[in-house]
């Protein structure tokens, strides 16, 4: 046995004691490690150069260890790790918070609540919203990806996320997604988002009555169903949805946020605004830490310690989130956004042009995708080519990830501080590694 342990890799040897040590439903995506990381590589237990174009799940926007922000953390550190806000208010969970609602007001005076992950935001969100109307029932979309914990794992649509998890959360109700390049049937994006709306109205008849509704959450740009776009027209008609029947629209930013589509949120080029919204991922850099905003009279009509816990807004990661956000805004995260976007997209469309596999190329800004379909067919996925993608490039130290329900689709979530050099570099990984799949 020892003779075997000695001819491992240390990477292969580091993944051989997780198995042993960790729970198979811990997702393992590939069988990369990482020893350091910085900008927009990663150097694996064996010395390789890894280029990232997963930025730990859309986690390092600002890149792996912006130095201001390493700075920031090693300050606070030395200051206090934790004393509980409910307990001693410090000051770095209040700036943040200030800083937020400077930088994403929500049509007025706008409040801000800070927790640990992406799903405790959207379980919190969701209390909020039962509080302010008096209301039990939510609304989501099929393909949407809310987190693992009870609520969001409820408005997780995935059933590969969830086996034997129920009972679920009572009084949510689901769904179609607006998938354009899916469900659009030859129609024009007019024709399928009056369709989809109308299919809204017709949900108020047979499924749940608008008045039993608290609240409407969707992502603007589903993260872990595939990079879907909700067709600007459709947003706008939600909105006008649930002003109309007093629901409260909530819009899940955790994946699309601070640069990632060009903007500091997916929804304000849609000229939508939300009543509450949910944040995360490269807020903090990769510290844990997760905000969830709203309006201020509605995030007020949450009862006395009925939201929050023992972490919310640990100083450490306040002070990370503070630090990356003043780093984002000297660097232009969003003129990177649109720029790595412009790129990945360019050359996306280029690789659709050649191999039929690819049935759509979309996204918005950065956050860019490729579908892999069978014969054209929207509806006929092909899962194993986009499979042997990640694979190849894995075995040329290029991270990729997947997404969609079925798994047919690769993203890119590269940090946005990439270099053209190393971005055209992973590209070319991609486009020469499905070009041999394909032959």
């Known amino acids: 046995m020892r003779l075997m342990t000695d001819q491992l890799t240390k990477s292969q040897e ?12 811990v997702g393992m995506f590939n069988y990369a490690t990482a020893k ?31 130095p201001p922000v390493v700075k920031a953390i090693q300050e606070q550190a030395a200051k206090f790790l934790h004393v509980s806000f409910n307990v001693a208010s410090y000051e770095p969970y209040i700036a943040l918070c200030e800083k937020l609602n400077t930088l994403l007001p929500h049509g007025g005076p706008t409040k801000t609540l800070l927790v640990c992950t992406g799903a405790e935001a959207v379980e919190n969100a969701i209390k909020i919203a039962r509080q302010a109307t008096k209301r039990q029932g939510v609304l989501c979309f099929t393909d949407a990806f ?15 996320y969830k086996p034997d998890c129920g009972p679920f959360a009572p009084e949510v109700y689901r769904t179609q997604f607006p998938n354009f390049y899916r469900y659009s049937a030859g129609r024009s994006e007019a024709e399928f988002v009056k369709a989809e709306l109308h299919r809204l109205e017709e949900l108020s008849h047979n499924t749940v009555a608008p008045e039993n509704l608290a609240a409407i959450i969707i992502e603007t740009v589903q993260g872990e169903g595939g990079f879907n776009v909700v067709p600007a027209a459709y947003l706008k008609g939600l909105r006008a949805f649930c002003d109309k029947h007093g629901i409260l629209l909530i819009l899940d930013e955790i994946q699309s946020g601070f640069g990632r589509t060009g903007a500091w949120s997916a929804y304000e080029q849609f000229g939508v605004v939300p009543d509450i919204s949910t944040w995360a991922k490269s807020l903090g850099s990769g510290m844990p830490i997760a905000a969830v905003m709203g309006k201020a009279e509605i995030m007020d009509k949450a009862g006395p310690s009925s939201i929050g816990g023992t972490y919310i807004g640990n100083p450490v990661s306040c002070a990370a989130a503070l630090a990356t956000l003043k780093y984002m805004e000297e660097i232009d995260i969003n003129a990177k956004g649109k720029h790595v976007g412009d790129v990945i997209r360019e050359r996306f469309e280029k690789m659709k042009a050649k191999q039929e596999r690819i049935g759509d190329v979309r996204g918005l800004g950065a956050m860019m995708a490729i579908e892999f379909v069978k014969n054209g067919d929207p509806l006929q996925p092909d899962a194993e080519t986009c499979n042997a993608l990640m694979n190849a490039c894995a075995k040329r130290d290029l991270v990729v990830i997947n997404a969609g329900t079925e798994k047919n689709i690769i993203r890119v979530l590269s940090p946005l501080v990439i270099s053209d050099e190393l971005l055209k570099k992973g590209l070319d990984i991609m486009e020469e590694e499905l070009d041999k799949i394909c032959a």
């Open 14 to 25: 580091l993944i051989a004691r997780r198995k042993a040590a960790v729970p198979n439903g």
């Open 146 to 160: 809310h987190g693992r914990t009870m609520m969001a794992m409820t408005l997780t649509s995935k059933v590969g």
């Open 36 to 66: 350091n990381a910085s900008g927009a590589t990663i150097i694996d237990e064996d010395g390789r150069e890894l280029i990232d174009f997963a930025g730990g799940i859309g986690v390092v926007n600002a890149g792996h260890c912006p």
